[in-house]
């Protein structure tokens, strides 16, 4: 049940955060994007400028996670995801900023390298920089079980694991993301407007899950729309309601499941493969903001925003934001696939 009307930013006050993300990251208007749509008013909420090696929007959640590993004494971080895992290299970097050694579980075979620079460039290099310990495993489709693995083997020697889930998305990762929706919040009142929306590509959910609770307690008018790119958008709506659930009871807040919106449609072929429109909105960001999306997340992301904007979501007056959830070094593992 929804309790007083604590306002948003002292009930996050209740959760301590390492420092180590780089926040508020700023939110800039697209106008020249704006003027080539010709749609809603664009603006961006730079959530790729979180700071530590090159951001992204698991820092956030990382920078509460990872303080929970710390004051309960773990020795060791252990995580995973794919080859080109954004989450895992964010997690590799805060594990070297705080002196912890790092343990990745390193999935293969969810998607064909796409480029012969795929296996070891963007992602897969900066693990190697950040002195991550990579273990290859098989993709099975189950994306903790080797990560469980791993923090159970090192249990048996005597190490004190701490595991952080595939993309951080635990309920304190998505409490994290209903920080955005403050920051938010603050930076649109003093740019004086109300977003109709924000927009944002959506796929182990915490992210999504946090901007809904937030925006419920502190931005109801504000609609939060996520971009399947799993091609899985009836998981991904079910993971996204099941951590809001979690995250609203931490938060003593209530939101409307109903409302939960996560549009299928602009993943592409298959998770990991960038399709014409990602390309198009990887160009346009490009050429139009000098904003660095890539072919995983954020490039399909703004495809769909674009999408919907071609449709006629919004009226020309409306102000909507895309959040830039990161993931610019995989750009570099899928160079020579884009023709760019
Ligand atoms: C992980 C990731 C997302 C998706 O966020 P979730 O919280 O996993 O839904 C979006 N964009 C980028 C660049 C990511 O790395």
Redesign the pocket.
């Known amino acids: 049940m929804p309790g007083d009307r604590k306002p948003l930013i002292d009930r996050l006050a209740a959760f301590p955060r390492l420092g180590l993300a780089n926040l508020p990251t700023p939110l800039e208007p697209m106008k020249r994007l704006t003027a080539h749509l010709g749609g809603p008013r664009l603006w961006v909420k730079r959530d790729?400028a979180t700071g530590l090696g090159f951001g992204?929007?698991?820092l956030r959640?990382l920078d509460y996670v990872l303080h929970d590993a710390v004051s309960k004494g773990a020795d060791t971080i252990v995580s995973g995801g794919v080859v080109q895992?954004?989450?895992q290299r964010q997690v590799a970097a805060v594990a070297a900023k705080l002196g912890l050694p790092c343990h990745l579980a390193v999935y293969h075979g969810r998607l064909a390298p796409p480029t012969p620079e795929y296996e070891t460039s963007g992602n897969a290099f900066l693990n190697r920089l950040f002195g991550a310990h990579l273990h290859d495993v098989p993709w099975t489709g189950d994306r903790n079980a080797a990560i469980r693995t791993l923090v159970d083997d090192l249990r048996t020697k005597g190490r004190k694991p701490y595991f952080v889930p595939y993309?951080?998305?635990n309920v304190l990762?998505a409490v994290a993301?209903a920080t955005t929706i403050a920051e938010i919040a603050q930076q649109a009142a003093l740019s004086g407007f109300k977003p109709s929306a924000i927009v944002?590509?959506?796929?182990?959910?915490?992210?999504?899950?946090g901007l809904i609770v937030g925006a419920a307690i502190s931005m109801p008018d504000t609609k939060v729309i996520?971009i399947d790119?799993d091609a899985e958008p009836a998981r991904?709506r079910t993971d996204v309601v099941g951590l809001a659930r979690q995250a609203a009871d931490l938060l003593d807040a209530d939101f409307d499941e109903a409302l939960v919106e996560v549009v299928a449609g602009h993943a592409g072929p298959a998770y990991g493969v960038p399709h014409a429109a990602t390309i198009e909105a990887i160009r346009l960001a490009g050429q139009t903001e000098a904003l660095v999306l890539?072919p995983?997340?954020?490039g399909k992301?703004l495809a769909g925003l674009i999408a919907m904007i071609r449709m006629g979501r919004w009226r020309n007056d409306e102000d909507v934001i895309f959040l830039h959830?990161?993931?610019a070094p995989?750009l570099f593992a899928y160079q020579s696939a884009l023709g760019i």
């Open positions: 790729d992204g929007n698991k959640k895992s954004n989450s993309g951080v998305s990762g993301y944002h590509c959506s796929g182990s959910a915490g992210t999504q899950a996520g790119i991904v890539d995983v997340y954020s992301g959830t990161g993931g995989a």
